[in-house]
């Protein structure tokens, strides 16, 4: 019985803990507010990236065959985490966890080819073409 108790924590050591964190969150809010400079410039509100003054607007067209690419990467980067999470309970999953990883491969090879078939992995002007001609 004393083994259970063990791991028990005390509901005021949580309550220590929490208003601990709250004042040092609010520390971390309140004082640059009077430690801070106080400066008003008209250099004080541009955008500044790694030591360039931008210029010009951040308004820009971009391809939409970029946020298709990323889009492609975060989908099979996450299947991949899945797969790796497979690897590591391979013994414990036995064939039924090998029928199933045989399957979401398969599933992501189909959905491979069908992006390659539409012309969302191609790049270039001869993709380009491809798709203002269709």
Do not use: C
């Amino acid at each position: 019985m004393e083994q259970a108790n063990a791991y028990v924590v005390p509901v005021w050591a949580i309550a220590v803990y929490l208003l601990f964190v709250l004042v040092i969150v609010g520390v971390m809010v309140i004082l640059p507010r009077f430690l801070g400079e106080r400066h008003r410039e008209r250099a004080t509100d541009l955008p500044y990236e790694s030591g360039v003054a931008s210029t010009g607007s951040a308004r820009i067209r971009i391809d939409i065959q970029f946020y298709l690419v990323a889009v492609v990467f975060l989908i099979f980067d996450l299947e991949t985490a899945f797969i790796f999470a497979w690897a590591i309970a391979f013994k414990r999953l036995g064939w039924a966890g090998v029928i199933e990883i045989v399957v979401f491969v398969g599933l992501l090879a189909l959905v491979l080819l069908y992006l390659w078939r539409v012309g969302a992995l191609d790049w270039g002007k001869k993709a380009r073409d491809r798709r203002r001609e269709s």
